[in-house]
């Protein structure tokens, strides 16, 4: 399966057994956690079919003019796999194994510049790699220390091409109808600026802790509300109570008062007396 771009010949081939993966550190200690946000909240929507997949530092590959390529996006986001996963374990071909991911994003670091790398030679550059060859139609570049998210599209021309956020600060990515801006709080002790998801109601997607909070913050309104009903009906339970004491009460005063009669009736009519009923 082979289709070419100018002076560029790529093949879409399945990565050898025996090839050597590079093994380079993640270089920014909250990559891993940005990436995992983003998946938590997504799977948390039903937005992740199991026929799609997202990735972290995870080999994407090409073969362009007989050298095979791979770059490892530190989150991607695959929308259609036509092999099971078994079969990517090690690596992805798009066009082979499935469809082109629609996003990609990079994570900046103190030191690394290669995001915005258009270099076309052997090893090209990872915005060339995702522009010119892949053809991902969204790249994002987010700086996390700051908070500063570059929303690029593949425009007509087959060039990215800078996008501006809405007046939320955000970014519409119709591919999943859903927008993606910027958050700042906490999660898993990390304090700081995070990517996120908002549907089509500008909701937030949330994620699974979050969603856990609100499940345990839901049982805790309804634990109260068991016990206000609980102290209602026990409340309601002492007035039944009183109320059955006050009759008892009554029928006590009441066979009182006909024992006092009868006897009184007695007495009347010992003394031949016939008393009135």
């Known amino acids: 399966m082979t289709s070419t771009i100018p002076t560029y010949q790529i093949q879409w081939e399945k990565l050898p057994d025996d090839f050597i993966l590079p093994d380079d550190p993640v270089d920014n200690i909250h990559q891993p956690a940005l990436a995992a946000a ?29 050298k095979i390529v791979i770059k490892a996006p530190d989150w991607a986001y695959i929308p259609l796999l036509c092999v099971p996963k078994e079969e990517i374990a090690r690596s992805y071909t798009p066009q082979l194994q499935g469809e082109t991911p629609i996003i990609v994003m990079e994570f900046l670091s103190d030191t690394d510049g290669s995001e915005y790398s258009s270099k076309p030679t052997h090893l090209p550059g990872k915005w060339f790699f995702y522009e010119k060859i892949l053809k991902v139609p969204h790249y994002i570049i987010f700086e996390p220390y700051r908070g500063l998210i570059e929303h690029y599209q593949l425009g007509k021309l087959g060039e990215y091409e800078i996008q501006s956020a809405d007046d939320n600060g955000r970014y519409w990515i119709p591919q999943l109808k859903l927008y993606l801006g910027l958050w700042e709080g906490t999660r898993e002790q990390r304090k700081g600026y995070w990517l996120r998801w908002w549907n089509e109601a500008e909701e937030l997607l949330l994620w699974g802790s979050e969603l856990a909070l609100l499940e345990r913050q839901k049982a805790e309104v309804e634990r109260q509300k068991a016990e206000v009903e609980r102290q209602k009906a026990e409340v309601e339970r002492q007035k039944a109570e009183v109320e059955k004491q006050k009759a008892e009460v009554e029928r006590q005063k009441a066979e009182v008062e006909k024992q006092k009669a009868e006897r009184l009736a007695a007495q009347l009519r010992a003394a031949g007396i016939q008393p009135e009923l």
């Open 38 to 66: 983003l998946t938590d909240s997504l799977e948390n929507a039903g937005k992740i079919p199991d026929n799609a997949i997202t990735t972290t530092n995870y080999g994407i590959c090409a073969t362009v003019n007989g």
